[in-house]
């Protein structure tokens, strides 16, 4: 049993610093602050706070009870949560960081700002998953195949509706028509459309928000969206 408890710890600090990697952050920066991490599974942030004797204090929040919340010595330590992150029960002004390490719904993005301590910061890894995929797509057949708007839009929201009803099974249709648009955009390209959703959000929200490219160079890159709430 102890082993399994050791393997299990030391599986939360690899996902840990899994997470600050993706979120841009490092242990030094965290350290003394206030953290919600919005969505946060197993809440292995948390635990690995917990198991540095770390001065961060992490706040975790998901929409499902996980079972390894249950049997952690979280002692002094927030419990996590189980609540929707559109909303929070948290007070305003709560957080110096809020992360978001899973593709953002929109509509959660108001209720995390909320939160925000002026000067804090929200960030969200990636920019977007299947959106991204969309909006890639949308650009390849747009700007490189000349196909028609609404054409696009019909085809999109086709493939959608086919992946829900088949609880995330893919059609190969699709696959080949995402394979083809990443073989035939330039970097460049790809790159232009991580810029046109960061500005889709600051247009949706009224707010800016800036973006860091994990890897300018890989055939399929995502970013790191930031918003730094006025001081």
């Known amino acids: 049993m ?14 840990a610093e899994f997470i600050l990697n993706n979120v841009g952050l490092s242990w030094g920066e965290i350290e003394g602050k206030t953290l919600l991490d919005a969505g946060s599974g197993e809440a292995a942030l948390a635990q690995a706070v917990a198991l540095r004797s770390s001065t961060a204090r992490i706040s975790s929040v998901d929409v499902e009870r996980n079972e390894d919340w249950i049997g ?7 419990i996590p949560i189980q609540a929707e992150i559109e909303n929070l029960p948290f007070k305003s002004s709560s957080f110096d960081y809020v992360i978001m390490h899973c593709s953002a719904e929109p509509s959660a993005i108001p209720e995390t700002i909320r939160v925000l301590r002026p000067g804090g910061e929200l960030r969200i890894w990636p920019i977007a998953g299947l959106e991204l995929e969309y909006w890639t797509i949308s650009y390849y057949l747009d700007k490189v195949k000349g196909v028609p708007r609404q054409k696009i839009v019909d085809l999109l929201e086709d493939y959608d509706r086919q992946i829900e009803e088949a609880n995330g099974w893919i059609p190969d249709e699709y696959i080949d028509l995402r394979k083809e648009t990443l073989d035939n955009l330039t970097q460049e390209q790809k790159l232009e459309v991580i810029d046109l959703m960061a500005k889709k959000y600051s247009k949706m ?5 800036s973006y860091k490219v994990k890897d300018s160079e890989a055939r399929e890159p995502n970013a790191l969206l930031i918003y730094k709430k006025e001081a």
């Open 72 to 78: 952690f010595p979280w002692e002094d330590r927030q």
């Open 205 to 209: 929200f009224d707010l800016q928000f």
């Open 2 to 15: 102890e082993d399994k408890d050791s393997e299990k710890l030391n599986g939360s600090m690899e996902r």
